[in-house]
């Protein structure tokens, strides 16, 4: 019966062959490419957890959202949805309303409203959380794009660098023969063959992680109109055309009497 030993990377023992006949330059690539895997596959484990935490609660979110009929309504409850982007977007802009109502409040006719200005206040507050939580979602991307433009370039120089010696070498012994220069390109296409292995991996979950990303960033955004929205017809200061005439008048009045006063006391 054949013997067969079986290599802990590849049965036909490719991979350690290549690797034992690589320069210390190829070495020293290779590991570098290991490290930057390592970092690829971590970023890949973290993102995709997180992305499956924020579509998860913000599904609940939205649920718990709909059945409500004040837009305070869910930070009066004290609910938790801490895995959901848009949570934390509707956090900001609760506690910024709450803040504006609180100290730049008006009661009209019995019911606690915010003036344009406070209302626009709110509205910079959600803008601002959208493109903050937008930019937290993406933290880490950079380590995926680099895995996928670098990790086949780093290949490829320790393959040129380790192909490159194997002719010097060959050149310096006068063997130019199969046998003398088939180890030497061995040991130099294995980075390219491990650059490779780095980068398609990188390379499915970027798409991926992107194409997931922008489609929480669209929701965000979608959410934070719709939220501002929802303020406005709530606590914004609405005052019918008649009422905004009267106060225009008042006001004509108060600065004609004022032009009167100062008249008088000049004459």
């Known amino acids: ?23 210390l330059e190829g070495k020293l690539v290779i590991f570098t490419l290991i490290t930057l895997s390592l970092f690829s596959w971590t970023v890949i484990i973290t993102k995709l957890r997180q992305l499956y935490l924020a579509k998860k609660w913000a599904k609940r979110f939205l649920a718990e959202y709909e059945s409500t009929r004040d837009p305070l309504d869910i930070r009066r409850k004290h609910a938790e949805f801490e895995g959901a982007p848009i949570y934390q977007l509707y956090l900001r802009g609760a506690d910024e309303l709450d803040y504006q109502l609180t100290h730049n409040g008006r009661n009209i006719k019995g019911d606690t409203r915010i003036s344009t200005a406070s209302f626009e206040a709110v ?14 979602l993406e933290k880490g991307m950079i380590v995926l794009s680099t895995a ?8 490829l120089l320790g393959t040129v660098w380790g ?13 130019a023969s199969l046998t003398a220069m088939a180890p030497g390109v061995a040991g130099a296409l294995i980075t390219t063959v491990i650059g490779l292995l780095v980068a398609i991996p990188a390379m499915f979950a970027y798409n991926f992680m992107v194409t997931s990303l ?16 929802q303020i406005e017809h709530a606590y914004g200061e609405t005052r019918n055309v008649e009422e905004k005439i009267a106060d225009a008048i008042r006001r004509a009045e108060h600065d004609r009497e004022q032009v009167a006063v100062i008249s008088g006391a000049d004459i």
């Open 163 to 175: 192909v490159m010696d194997t002719f010097a070498g060959v050149a310096l012994a006068n063997a």
């Open 1 to 23: 019966m054949m013997d067969f030993t079986l290599n802990p990377m590849l049965a036909s023992g490719a991979l350690q062959f290549a690797f034992d006949k690589a320069t």
């Open 148 to 155: 996928v433009a670098g990790g086949p370039f780093i290949g």
């Open 214 to 229: 922008r489609s929480i960033t669209h929701e965000l955004d979608g959410f934070a109109s719709r939220f501002a929205i």
């Open 123 to 136: 509205k910079v507050t959600l803008e601002e959380a959208a493109g903050g939580e937008a930019l937290a």
